[in-house]
């Protein structure tokens, strides 16, 4: 399995929507590669961030999840921009909350 193929099924393998073998290819390149490995930390880190805002306006985390099913793998960058914005917005969402109590 390729880096671009792995990081393409990061999003379907944390959902447990790949079929056993895949799972398993993922699994066994990300424990190989430090390069994916990254990726997947950070794409747990932000989906984490997104889950833990105290109240998340309606469709947060599928949009996010879906603007990074979206990006293209070889477009790095992008993919980053895309988890700097999500904690920004669950930054946003933490302290609107937090105002309104
Ligand atoms: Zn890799």
Not at 14 to 41: F, M, Q
Not at 49 to 60: D, F, Q, R, S, Y
Not at 64 to 87: F, K, N, Q, T
């Given at each position: 399995?390729?880096?671009?193929?792995?990081?393409?099924?990061?999003?379907?393998?944390?959902?447990?929507?790949?079929?056993?073998?895949?799972?398993?290819?993922?699994?066994?390149?990300?424990?190989?590669?430090?390069?994916?490995?990254?990726?997947?930390?950070?794409?747990?880190?932000?989906?984490?961030?997104?889950?833990?805002?105290?109240?998340?306006?309606?469709?947060?985390?599928?949009?996010?999840?879906?603007?990074?099913?979206?990006?293209?793998?070889e477009d790095s960058?992008?993919?980053?921009?895309?988890?700097?914005?999500?904690?920004?917005l669950a930054a946003?969402?933490?302290?609107?909350?937090?105002?309104?109590?």
């Amino acid at each position: 399995m390729t880096c671009r193929e792995c990081q393409d099924r990061l999003s379907p393998y944390h959902d447990g929507a790949l079929g056993a073998g895949e799972a398993a290819a993922v699994s066994a390149h990300l424990a190989s590669c430090a390069a994916c490995g990254r990726e997947w930390e950070a794409y747990r880190r932000a989906l984490r961030v997104l889950i833990e805002a105290p109240e998340e306006p309606p469709g947060l985390a599928s949009r996010v999840d879906g603007a990074w099913r979206s990006a293209p793998s070889e477009d790095s960058p992008r993919r980053g921009v895309i988890l700097v914005v999500a904690y920004v917005l669950a930054a946003i969402v933490t302290v609107l909350v937090l105002r309104s109590c």
